[in-house]
């Protein structure tokens, strides 16, 4: 089984940034596309942040665009979310998630808090 850990959550104040990371026990890490998700109390779990296997491509949910950055390293088999310009809104448990290409196998880490005060 494919391990996720997250780290690098906390609090954090109105318009500051932080770095969460996320490392992989992944075989062959660079055969799955990466992504981000976050939940906040009361609400859907939802993605915030993707990347491709090859790292060529990204995709952001519109309330974090222009805001976070994700990114890879298939060597180090880690996943970050640089996020920047933090709203009290951000606040959730931020979850990395990965997905085999072509095995569709899909693994979830823990979760990470992160608390963004006003």
């Known amino acids: 089984q494919v391990q996720l850990v997250e780290s690098g959550g906390g609090l954090v104040q109105l318009g500051g940034s932080l770095g969460l990371s996320c490392a992989t026990s992944?075989?062959?890490?660079?055969?799955?596309?990466a992504s981000w998700y976050r939940q906040a109390p009361g609400k859907e779990r939802e993605l915030v942040a993707f990347?491709?296997?090859?790292?060529?491509?990204?995709n952001y949910s519109d309330s974090v665009k222009g805001r976070f950055t994700i990114a890879r390293n298939n060597v180090k088999k880690t996943v970050t979310l640089q996020m920047n310009t933090l709203k009290p809104e951000d606040t959730a448990v931020y979850y990395c998630?990965?997905?085999?290409?072509?095995?569709?196998?899909?693994?979830w880490g823990k979760g990470t808090l992160v608390n963004v005060s006003s």
């Open positions: 992944a075989f062959r890490f660079s055969v799955y596309e």
């Open positions: 990347i491709t296997d090859t790292g060529g491509r990204t």
């Open positions: 998630h990965i997905r085999g290409i072509y095995s569709g196998r899909e693994y």
